[in-house]
């Protein structure tokens, strides 16, 4: 099905195409074709905004997962309509991750499909509150970027590796 991608924010200069196709692929790599995702590339006010009224904590982050099912970790949603053809949405904090990417010299379209492969792992459930919900996702997180890396030709780790 779709991903369909939204740019909420003027401040970074995205490249949308190349995003897309790597959501659609991460996405493929999960084994979630057959569903709907929705990425929006938000603002700092935004990302400041949502944080604050979801998670309790007004201030700008790198992503925020908006899951449609509520899924054990690895689960696909058994859909009984097509409108539960939906995995969900995930907003990217473009201003945020940008600022992160220019402190440490990191690419950043490479930080974004990163940071997305992880909302896309909160979709279905994963985790890492914990050190073994953290190790699942992680593990989750390297499978699926290493079926991109072989198709791109990059070199793109999991979001996680330095929590626990």
Known sequence: MSVALRNAQRAVPLRRAPLGSAVRALRAALGAS???VGLVCAGDRLMRRLNGAYRCCPRPTDVLSFPYHRLQPGQLPRPSCRDDYNLGDIFLG???IHRQCCRTGEDFHSVLVVTAAHGLCHLL???HN?????RQMYEKELEILE???RQSG???QPLT???F
């Open 161 to 163: 590796a330095g929590l």
């Open 130 to 134: 914990t050190e073994p919900e953290w």
């Open 34 to 36: 057959s569903f709907d």
């Open 125 to 127: 459930g994963y985790q």
């Open 94 to 96: 473009v201003e945020y």
């Open 154 to 156: 990059s070199n793109l």
């Open 147 to 149: 079926v991109l890396n």
